[in-house]
C-alpha cells in the first residue's frame, strides 16, 4: 500500500546552492523494505538516497540506511551531513549541545552542529593498507596525464566504503588526470578498492589547500563523484597516520575543494580534535516535498 513520505533533496557541501553533491533523504521510511528502498535509491539515480528510522541504540538520534542505484553501503560522508540537515530543518530532531548521534552500517557516527547549514561528522576509524608493489604498476596507467607523487605510495583506506587514496605532483595534477576506465577498473578490482580519490596541494593564497577528485567505475563506466565526503575522510585519516609528511601545515585543519571537473564548487572544512578528523561542510535544501510509493 502507498502512502505519501516526506522527503528533501540536499545540496551537500556545495558553497552555494547546486554547486555541491545532491542527495535524496527520505524522512519516513518506516515499513519499507530493503528492496523497497533500492528501487526507490534506483529511480532517484543520485549517487546515494537515504532512508531515516528509528533508531535501535538508545545512544543515537536517529538511523539511517544508504542505498547507491545498484547497493546499500555502511556509510557514506554526504548522505551523513545531508540526512542530519534535513532532519535538524523538518525539526524532527534536536541537537544536544550542540551534537546528534547517527546510527549507520558502521555503527555510530557523531556530528557536530556548527550552524543552521554547516555540519561536520566525526570520522569513523579506518583501516590502512599499502598497495602491494605489483599493483602499483598499475596506478598509472589508470591515471594518465597528471604526474603522480612517486615518493607516496598509494594506500588503500577503508571506512565501511574503501578508497585507493593516491597523491599527485601538485593540484593542477589532479586537474589533468584523464582516467582510463578499462585500466581503472582493473587497479579497483586488484586493490579491492570501491574507487580513487586524488589529492594534490594548491599553491599559497589558492582556492583551498588541496584539490580532490573521486574516480569510480560503475556498470564499466567512468564515474566522478562531485564532493566526496568519506574519500575526505579517508584522506584526513591517513595524513593522520603518516603523522602529515611533507604537510605539516596542515596538522591542524585544511580546506579541500572538490568537484572542478564537474563544474562544481565543493568545499570540504577538516580539522582534528583529540586526534579525530571531523569533515565539516554547508547543505542546502533544493527540494522539499513528498514521495509517494
Keep these: 500500500m502507498t502512502r505519501q513520505r516526506r522527503f528533501k533533496q540536499i545540496d ?4 552555494t546552492p547546486l554547486r555541491g553533491n545532491p542527495l535524496a533523504v527520505i524522512m519516513e521510511a518506516d515499513g519499507l523494505s530493503a528492496a ?4 526507490m535509491a534506483r529511480w532517484t539515480n543520485l549517487s546515494e538516497t537515504t532512508f531515516v528510522l528509528p533508531p535501535t541504540d538508545a545512544a543515537a538520534d ?11 553501503l555502511p556509510f557514506a560522508g554526504h548522505p551523513t551531513l545531508g540526512t542530519a540537515y534535513a532532519l535538524l530543518e523538518a525539526g524532527l530532531i534536536t541537537p544536544t549541545s550542540g551534537r546528534l548521534v547517527q546510527q549507520c552500517g558502521v555503527g555510530l557516527v557523531e556530528l557536530a552542529v556548527r550552524s543552521p547549514q554547516a555540519l561536520a561528522f566525526k570520522s569513523p576509524a579506518a583501516q590502512v593498507t599499502p598497495l602491494p608493489e605489483p599493483v602499483r604498476a598499475q596506478v598509472a596507467a589508470a591515471l594518465p596525464g597528471g604526474q603522480i607523487a612517486h615518493r607516496a605510495v598509494p594506500q588503500a583506506v577503508a571506512m565501511g566504503i574503501r578508497w585507493l587514496v593516491v597523491k599527485m605532483d601538485s593540484a593542477d595534477d589532479v ?19 570501491n574507487g580513487v580519490a586524488l589529492y594534490g596541494v594548491h599553491p599559497a593564497g589558492g582556492p583551498a589547500h588541496l584539490e580532490v577528485r573521486a574516480l569510480l567505475v560503475e556498470q564499466g563506466a567512468l564515474v566522478e563523484d562531485p564532493v566526496t565526503g568519506s574519500a575526505n575522510a579517508c584522506l584526513a585519516q591517513l595524513l593522520l597516520q603518516q603523522d602529515f609528511a611533507g604537510l605539516e601545515a596542515l596538522r591542524h585543519g585544511y580546506q579541500v575543494r572538490q568537484g572542478t571537473c564537474k563544474q562544481r564548487n565543493g568545499r570540504v572544512d577538516v580539522h582534528f580534535t583529540e586526534g579525530a578528523p571531523w569533515i565539516g561542510g554547508l547543505c542546502h535544501t533544493v527540494i522539499d516535498g513528498n514521495v509517494v510509493f
Design 12 to 15: 551537500v557541501f556545495g558553497s
Design 36 to 39: 523497497d528502498m533500492q528501487s
Design 62 to 72: 536517529y538511523q539511517v540506511r544508504i542505498f547507491t542505484p545498484d547497493y546499500e
Design 175 to 193: 586537474l589533468a588526470v584523464k582516467a582510463e576506465v578499462a585500466a581503472l577498473s582493473n587497479l579497483l578490482a586488484l586493490s579491492g578498492c
